[in-house]
């Protein structure tokens, strides 16, 4: 299977992190999302209805960000994927990639993140 859906640059400010600093205010993140789903019908069709609705993605993405309060940048990963793969069945897999925009650190980095990838059994 080939068909993917990006979504990239999900802008979501949340409360995220060990430090002290993190846990008292959000600060900005960064998602990318590769859905792996078949899409020739919707292609095909020009219809919504046979695809995944990736405006219900994001808001799902942003609201899981935002009402958690994660200690790891895994944990929001993985919880997001499991999320997605709730969402619609017809998802075979997801990548989900997320980056703090201004992490805490004295080193000169522009993000730092992580990435995971759930696929159905």
């Known amino acids: 299977m080939t068909d993917v859906i990006e979504l990239r640059d999900l802008r979501v400010s949340a409360v995220i992190g060990v430090l002290r600093e ?9 998602f990318d999302l590769d859905l792996e789903r078949p899409f020739e019908a919707a292609a095909i069709n020009d219809d919504l209805a046979v695809t995944t609705n990736y405006a219900e993605v994001l808001a799902l993405t942003a609201r899981v960000a935002r009402e958690g309060s994660f200690f790891l940048l895994e944990t929001l990963a993985y919880r997001v994927a499991h999320e997605i793969l709730a969402v619609d069945a017809a998802i075979e897999a997801v990548t989900v990639a997320v980056r703090k925009l201004r992490p805490p650190v004295p080193e000169d980095v522009a993000t730092v993140g992580v990435r995971c990838t759930l696929r159905r059994a």
């Open 22 to 30: 993190e846990r008292d205010r959000a600060q900005p993140l960064s």
